[in-house]
């Protein structure tokens, strides 16, 4: 694949590795240095139709690579060029292959779930013109020596027939583990237990950033012992004992008869913190005639006695009219 600057120039490795950030490789020593942003500018165009011709080839209806995608995540992207065929001075592009660790969720021979973060082939391509040359084999095998994984702890990304194929090929990978994902792992993905993802360039150049930085970590805050909790005591009916209280009534109803006394020993009330609380003994209904007779012996009101003093003719004899006419003439009206 030809692009219209000097690739052999932009790349001076046979195979060169990108990470997120996208940055031109250290250029060799007695070469011009162009600015760096078109440096960049060059990279990101290389990898958008790397990413187009990838996705054409395995019929996709958009792209899984460019450079936008490669800014927004973690993953690192092997580029192969052709060193020995320069048409123009130029070079050119063999093709190219992105990895990155993602956490799955995978099944295994039992059809158990397991939680996994394995390195992932994300995309792979070699241009159609220098296919069945070894380039994809030598690119792979970079790959994996940089990584530090063997094939059958990789997990491909719905991969292609002929991908299959190239694994099969070179290192007999046939047999697959069914996957409810787009995901395909091989026979002896659980063999051995993955390890962290190995140091490649973006682990390291993480690492030495947090070597230059001096700033120390806050320590760790102690938390208090926690206390030991006593039994929790419901809402009872001993609290509101004041209920059971019988509440003694005004005169003159506290003069009527009170009930018989309860039993020595009365049923134990219930355990239910729904039930209603106990009350006292009701007074029974009084009488009317019994009531009017506790008002009659009830003493007048000092007040009333001053009144009456005042007023002779205000007496009740006084006040009480009497009617003259006989009682046969007063039923007339």
């Known amino acids: 694949m030809e692009f219209p600057f000097d690739v052999d120039a932009l790349f001076p490795e046979r195979i060169t590795v990108l990470d997120q950030h996208l940055r031109p490789p250290a250029r060799r020593p007695g070469t011009t240095t162009p600015a760096r942003v078109d440096l960049q500018q060059q990279i990101m165009t290389i990898i958008d139709e790397l990413g187009k011709a990838s996705a054409k080839a395995q019929n996709l209806s958009a792209p899984i690579t460019s450079a936008s995608r490669m800014q927004s995540n973690r993953h690192v992207v092997y580029i192969l060029k052709d060193s020995s065929g320069r048409p123009a001075g130029k070079g050119a592009i063999i093709g190219f292959i992105k990895v990155g660790y993602k956490k799955l969720f995978v099944l295994d021979d039992r059809e158990a779930h397991n939680e996994v973060e394995p390195l992932c082939i994300l995309d792979f391509y070699i241009h159609e013109s220098v296919q069945r040359h070894g380039h994809g084999r030598e690119l792979f095998q970079y790959m994996l020596q940089k990584e530090r994984v063997e094939p059958h702890q990789l997990a491909i990304d719905r991969p292609s027939q002929k991908l299959l194929k190239f694994l099969n090929k070179h290192y007999n990978l046939e047999t697959t583990v069914p996957q409810v994902n787009n995901f395909v792992i091989f026979e002896g993905f659980f063999a051995h237990q993955h390890r962290p993802p190995a140091p490649s360039l973006r682990a390291t150049r993480h690492s030495r950033a947090a070597a230059v930085d001096p700033t120390p970590t806050a320590p760790a805050r ?38 018989a006394t309860p039993p020595a020993h009365p049923p134990p009330p219930s355990s239910s913190l729904g039930n209603s609380p106990e009350r006292g003994p009701l007074r029974p209904f009084v009488p009317e005639q019994e009531l009017l007779r506790s008002l009659r012996l009830c003493p007048p009101h000092p007040t009333a006695r001053l009144l009456l003093a005042a007023d002779p003719g205000g007496s009740p004899a006084q006040r009480r009219r009497t009617s003259s006419l006989p009682r ?6």
Do not use: H, Q, T
């Not at 208090?224 to 009916?237: L, N, Q, T, V, W």
């Not at 046969?328 to 009206?333: I, L, V």
């Open 222 to 259: 102690k938390l208090p012992p926690k206390r030991a909790e006593g039994d929790i005591k419901p809402y009872s009916s001993s609290d509101r004992e004041f209920l059971k209280v019988a509440v003694e009534p005004p005169w003159p109803l506290n003069r009527a008869p009170r009930r």
């Open 328 to 333: 046969s003439e007063e039923s007339r009206y």
